[in-house]
């Protein structure tokens, strides 16, 4: 293993040796320590302090989240340029807030609140499948549980109807796999593909939509088409940003389910403690979302010249947010390599901060709570069939697959912990 000061020289996003997948930590806490602002072979620059990070994410006018210039080099004049240039994640106001209010329209605590018995009764379902399996069946933890939450919750938002949803998240992890750093040629014509294939499923559930109208309250494509105020979105924005929707709500959220599953394993004794007090499954989402950051990275440009912790930064430096090294930061995470599920206070940027925090992530706090909490409850001796198995990305940080032995099952007679 080299030593921390070789690993911060040696740090590039586009030449990532195999081991920084299984386990990004010790990088991040070397460049935090030698390089917390570290130049790269391409002029950019990578992020690795939390006050650093905050301070971008605060500073719009100086680090523009607009991507034309980062992506067009990476996806030419192709259908994934037109995306992720397009979806609000990506674009700064006027855009951004135009989307941004429409959206959180639909994503308010009382929406959110209402969307919990339906979202317990799919958990549920989803866990008597588990258990018809009977004693000493193997399940993928990813497939059979944590990315079929997302997707469902994702669908009901849009209305997408249950027969249509099948595509969703090949669409999504195609999608979000060319924001990797690096693309192979497999993986640009992935993402072009099904960027092409949902936008041409999107404009048939627009049409239909637009004949039959949903309730607005509730149905987030029929807020967007009817605009606010007078302002509506043009068709490219519309569409794009109902992908964006997908995309963010679900890759992410698939995560956290997974990763906080998975951490549990690796600390009996936190995960001990959340079954025998069901009530900190609240605090341990927020520190699965910190330990494990689902999106472990995020970008910028710098508009104008400016400095990071004494760095110059020429204008339009292309600036690396450390999600993943920030939520580890000692300065304001006590022990932060160690897993407390009862940690607080807890401000991890996980959900990002600024105007661009995460409108979803009431909605993706509730899906982990829920998720995990009722797990726990019915499956709490559940063990690993096999290593979990990582997907190879560096921005997103998950699992391709958790197998696992769920029995002994609990009596059914056994309550489920509240998750309000």
Same mark, same amino acid.
């Not at 034309?68 to 674009?91: D, I, M």
């Not at 106001?93 to 308010?108: E, F, K, Q, Y």
């Not at 494509?221 to 963010?248: K, Q, W």
């Given at each position: 293993?080299?030593?921390?000061?070789?690993?911060?020289?040696?740090?590039?996003? #586009?030449?990532?040796?195999? %081991?920084?997948?299984?386990?990004?930590?010790?990088?991040?806490?070397?460049?935090?320590?030698?390089?917390?602002?570290?130049?790269?072979?391409? +002029? +950019?620059?990578?992020?690795?302090?939390?006050?650093? !990070? !905050?301070?971008?994410?605060?500073?719009?006018?100086?680090?523009? %989240?607009? #991507?034309?210039?980062?992506?067009?080099?990476?996806?030419?004049?192709?259908?994934?340029?037109?995306?992720?240039?397009?979806?609000?994640?990506?674009?700064?106001?006027?855009?951004?807030?135009?989307?941004?209010?429409?959206?959180?329209?639909?994503?308010?605590?009382?929406?959110?609140?209402?969307?919990?018995?339906?979202?317990?009764?799919?958990?549920?379902?989803?866990?008597?499948?588990?258990?018809?399996? +009977?004693?000493?069946?193997?399940?993928?933890?990813?497939?059979?549980?944590?990315?079929?939450?997302?997707?469902?919750?994702?669908?009901?938002?849009?209305?997408?109807?249950?027969?249509?949803?099948?595509?969703?998240?090949?669409?999504?992890?195609?999608?979000?796999?060319?924001?990797?750093?690096?693309?192979?040629?497999?993986?640009?014509?992935?993402?072009?593909?099904?960027?092409?294939?949902?936008?041409?499923?999107?404009?048939?559930?627009?049409?239909?939509?637009?004949?039959?109208?949903?309730?607005?309250?509730?149905?987030?494509? @029929?807020?967007?088409?009817?605009?606010?105020?007078?302002?509506?979105? %043009?068709?490219?924005?519309?569409?794009?940003?109902?992908?964006?929707?997908?995309?963010?709500?679900?890759?992410?959220?698939?995560?956290?389910?997974?990763?906080?599953?998975?951490?549990?394993?690796?600390?009996?004794?936190? #995960?001990?403690?959340?079954?025998?007090?069901?009530?900190?499954?609240? @605090?341990?989402?927020?520190?699965?979302?910190?330990?494990?950051?689902?999106?472990?990275?995020?970008?910028?440009?710098?508009?104008?010249?400016?400095?990071?912790?004494?760095?110059?930064?020429?204008?339009?430096?292309?600036?690396?947010?450390?999600?993943?090294?920030?939520?580890?930061?000692?300065?304001?995470?006590?022990?932060?390599?160690?897993?407390?599920?009862?940690?607080?206070?807890?401000?991890? !940027?996980?959900?990002?901060?600024?105007?661009?925090?995460?409108?979803?992530?009431?909605?993706?706090?509730?899906?982990?709570?829920?998720?995990?909490?009722?797990?726990?409850?019915?499956?709490?001796?559940?063990?690993?069939?096999?290593?979990?198995?990582?997907?190879?990305?560096?921005?997103?940080? +998950?699992?391709?697959?958790?197998?696992? !032995?769920?029995?002994?099952?609990?009596?059914?007679?056994?309550?489920?912990?509240?998750?309000?």
């Amino acid at each position: 293993m080299p030593d921390a000061r070789d690993l911060a020289e040696d740090f590039d996003l #586009k030449r990532l040796p195999d %081991s920084f997948y299984d386990d990004p930590y010790p990088t991040y806490r070397a460049l935090r320590e030698h390089a917390p602002v570290r130049r790269m072979a391409d +002029g +950019g620059v990578f992020l690795s302090r939390y006050a650093d !990070v !905050v301070a971008v994410y605060k500073d719009t006018a100086t680090f523009s %989240s607009d #991507k034309h210039e980062e992506f067009f080099p990476k996806y030419g004049a192709s259908p994934l340029f037109e995306h992720h240039t397009t979806s609000l994640v990506f674009n700064d106001p006027p855009l951004h807030t135009r989307v941004r209010r429409l959206i959180a329209g639909a994503l308010t605590p009382r929406h959110i609140a209402a969307m919990e018995q339906r979202l317990v009764g799919r958990v549920d379902s989803l866990l008597d499948v588990m258990a018809a399996r +009977g004693s000493g069946a193997e399940i993928d933890l990813i497939a059979a549980f944590a990315s079929a939450i997302p997707v469902e919750i994702i669908g009901n938002l849009l209305a997408v109807p249950n027969e249509e949803r099948a595509p969703l998240r090949d669409w999504s992890l195609a999608i979000l796999g060319a924001l990797e750093p690096t693309l192979t040629d497999e993986q640009l014509e992935r993402g072009n593909r099904a960027v092409r294939e949902f936008l041409l499923y999107l404009e048939g559930l627009v049409e239909r939509r637009r004949a039959e109208p949903g309730d607005p309250e509730v149905d987030v494509l @029929t807020r967007l088409i009817a605009g606010e105020g007078g302002e509506t979105l %043009s068709a490219p924005e519309l569409l794009h940003n109902c992908i964006f929707l997908l995309n963010a709500g679900h890759e992410t959220t698939t995560n956290l389910i997974g990763n906080g599953l998975a951490c549990l394993l690796a600390w009996p004794d936190e #995960k001990a403690r959340l079954i025998a007090e069901p009530a900190l499954v609240r @605090t341990a989402v927020d520190e699965f979302l910190r330990f494990e950051s689902s999106n472990q990275l995020g970008n910028r440009i710098t508009t104008c010249a400016t400095e990071i912790a004494g760095v110059e930064l020429a204008p339009r430096t292309q600036v690396t947010i450390g999600i993943g090294a920030a939520n580890r930061d000692p300065e304001p995470f006590a022990d932060p390599d160690r897993l407390d599920i009862g940690r607080t206070p807890n401000r991890h !940027v996980a959900f990002g901060s600024g105007i661009h925090q995460c409108v979803g992530m009431g909605l993706a706090r509730l899906e982990g709570r829920v998720a995990i909490g009722r797990f726990l409850a019915r499956f709490p001796d559940y063990r690993l069939a096999a290593p979990a198995l990582r997907q190879r990305r560096a921005r997103f940080r +998950g699992h391709a697959r958790l197998l696992a !032995v769920v029995d002994p099952l609990l009596p059914p007679s056994r309550p489920c912990p509240r998750t309000a």
